[in-house]
């Protein structure tokens, strides 16, 4: 069971340059989100997705684009990059229909210099 | 807009003995999550509750779901030094789709 599977795992980037961190899950289910955790605080929610073709933003969403053209992916976009978004980023996702319960992937650690 | 509170920030403990955490919020949750995040990986689900005043078991850790529905508590018996990690609560605000995370409670254990 693969579950929720994020590439990559670590990542170094220059101030500017723009990537996708991928998240793909194979469990059907409808909602996927992104968080990013920060040194001293919890997770806080970057963008988040009820189902494909719908997106709506978290609470930290600036500097970040998301789509989801499928059920199963939902990449995170940074265009470009500023040091302020050195961070580990979570994907998530949960069944909803009445199931609440979030499933995380094992993370992308970012630096950006 | 929502937070999540969780209480105590770190607590050490020798192996053996119970833990209690909580975590409370300003407004009313439907459901409650706990987690436990171990260094370099991603949290994994521990408990969820759905119902006030419910009271679910997984193993050697108890939660419960506060009858107010703005708090819940999370109880590990008999730790171990595995137990070592960091604990969070988390729920979708009431309404709506985003899951608020509280900031986690570090348990450290020595044997």
């Known amino acids: 069971n693969a579950g929720v599977t994020q590439t990559p795992k670590f990542q170094v980037l220059k101030t500017g340059q723009s990537m996708t961190l991928q998240c793909a899950q194979d469990?059907?289910?409808?909602?996927m989100s992104w968080y990013r955790q920060d040194p001293g605080m919890g997770l806080r929610l970057i963008h988040y997705?009820?189902?494909?073709?719908?997106?709506d933003q978290g609470e930290v969403p600036n500097g970040y684009n998301v789509s989801r053209s499928t059920t199963e992916d939902f990449p995170l976009r940074l265009l470009s990059a500023a040091p302020s978004q050195t961070s580990v980023y979570f994907c998530?996702?949960?069944?909803?229909?009445?199931?609440?319960?979030?499933?995380f992937g094992e993370g992308s650690r970012l630096t950006v210099l | 807009g929502q937070q999540l509170n969780q209480s105590p920030q770190s607590m050490f403990i020798q192996e053996g003995e119970d833990v209690s955490m909580n975590c409370t919020s300003s407004?009313?949750?439907?459901?409650w999550l706990w987690y436990k995040q171990d260094p370099g990986e991603g949290p994994v689900l521990l408990i969820a509750?759905?119902?006030?005043?419910e009271l679910t078991s997984n193993g050697r850790l108890t939660a419960q779901f506060g009858i107010t529905r703005k708090d819940s508590f999370l109880n590990i018996s008999a730790s171990i030094p595995s137990d070592v990690g960091i604990y969070f609560c988390?729920?979708?605000?009431?309404?709506?789709?985003?899951?608020?995370f509280g900031t986690g409670t570090r348990l450290k254990v020595l044997a």
């Open positions: 998530a996702s949960s069944p909803d229909q009445g199931n609440r319960e979030l499933f």
């Open positions: 469990m059907n289910h409808e909602y």
């Open positions: 997705s009820v189902g494909a073709g719908i997106t």
């Open positions: 407004s009313i949750f439907n459901t």
């Open positions: 509750l759905y119902k006030a005043g």
């Open positions: 988390a729920g979708p605000g009431s309404g709506t789709y985003k899951y608020i």
